[in-house]
């Protein structure tokens, strides 16, 4: 890669984050606007309580079902699965970008004979 792509990937790359703030603010500024219409508005202050009325009644009849025997062993069971396939999905992924490296393709041939094509998804995190 030559030095002026890498600048120009660089430069579209920061123009990018600079647009992902002022639209986050933005969203905010926005998002608090509507709160404040919803929350001085009588019906729906009306309607939002019985909605936590009847979200509290949830929340008990599920603590009561989740109380029994089945039912903590099958959610143990679903968090279980759900880590596992999270674990086999992350595995998946740098076995993917290995052969993609290695072969030169972007597709992948499965068993059954479809054809998938090799995605990846890069995003920037803050260094803590």
């Excluded at 729906?44 to 019985?50: D, I, N, R, T, V």
């Amino acid at each position: 890669m030559d030095t002026d792509t890498l600048l120009n990937l660089t430069n579209m790359i920061n123009t990018s984050l600079g647009t992902i703030e002022k639209v986050k603010e933005e969203k905010a500024k926005l998002s608090e606007m509507l709160k404040s219409l919803l929350d001085n508005d009588p019906s729906y202050l009306e309607a939002s309580e019985q909605a936590k009325t009847a979200g509290k009644a949830k929340g008990q009849a599920r603590k009561q079902v989740m109380r029994m025997p089945q039912a903590s062993d099958l959610d143990s069971k679903v968090k279980e699965l759900s880590k596992h396939l999270k674990d086999i999905t992350t595995q998946m992924s740098m076995y993917l970008a290995d052969y993609a490296r290695l072969s030169g393709l972007s597709t992948f041939e499965d068993p059954s004979g479809e054809v998938r094509e090799i995605v990846y998804m890069a995003k920037l995190v803050k260094k803590s």
